[in-house]
């Protein structure tokens, strides 16, 4: 698949479009992870957290980090848990044996190569099991402030749908859904800087209320006008 941005908004429409989404999603709930670095901006917290909310619903993502990081907060003192525990502790997230495997394998990884600290690099970070690019660029942005483009679904499929991104063989939005590496490489390319950390937040505060996977409210929508409504054949 060709992965070269063909454009339909120029560099001035996409800094308009997500001013826009930006000050309609103003009074809107962060996502789980920007709720927990804007109260302690701690790389461990926010990279065990993401882990935690992979497929999971941010309410049980809340609860679970909540349970965990009153029992530990460091590397070494996760170890300390046993597996079976640290399975209970985290549970009911999805996939919660699987994510107790990682954290553990994790917090092992910093202690033995990194000190107990959480690297600062995306290349770093993508060498530990369990950590794609999703995780990788949340940790670089909300733990250290460093410029990176975090791209879970929402920001691949409304990105696209919009037509901020267009990727060839895209046609539907069964595809839209997925593909978020690539459609993470072409923002690199064609997002406005100051958009970069930010875009995240914004994008999944309005996938969650307003551009939702299945039909999305664009009878709500601040950029109806111009959205290109890739894969839409449904709406409110």
């Not at 001035?12 to 001013?19: G, H, M, Q, R, Y």
């Not at 999805?94 to 917090?107: M, N, P």
């Not at 975090?150 to 539907?172: E, F, L, S």
Request: proline share 6%; aromatic share 6%.
């Amino acid at each position: 698949m060709n992965s070269e941005p063909i454009p339909s908004f120029n560099s001035e429409e996409i800094d308009k479009i997500l001013t826009k989404i930006s000050q309609a999603t103003n009074n809107l709930n962060d996502p789980i992870v920007t709720q927990i670095s804007k109260i302690q901006k701690d790389p461990f917290r926010i990279l065990i957290t993401t882990i935690l909310s992979l497929r999971t619903k941010d309410e049980m993502t809340r609860k679970a980090s909540q349970q965990l990081f009153t029992v530990a907060d460091t590397p070494a003192q996760m170890l300390e848990i046993p597996l079976e525990n640290l399975q209970q502790i985290i549970y009911p997230v999805g996939f919660y044996r699987r994510k107790a495997d990682t954290i553990r394998s994790i917090c092992k990884k910093l202690i033995e190569e990194y000190q107990s600290k959480v690297p600062d690099s995306l290349e770093e970070l993508l060498s530990f099991k369990g950590v794609g690019r999703k995780t990788a660029n949340l940790v670089v942005t909300m733990g250290y402030n460093k410029p990176g483009i975090c791209v879970d679904v929402h920001v691949a499929r409304i990105t696209q749908r919009i037509g901020i991104v267009t990727i060839k063989g895209i046609k539907d939005d069964k595809s839209i859904f997925r593909d978020a590496d690539n459609v993470e490489m072409i923002l690199r390319k064609i997002l406005p800087k100051k958009w970069w950390i930010p875009i995240n937040d914004i994008l999944v505060r309005w996938g969650q209320n307003v551009c939702t996977p299945i039909s999305p409210k664009c009878s709500q929508c601040v950029i109806n006008d111009i959205c290109l409504r890739i894969g839409v054949s449904k709406s409110r």
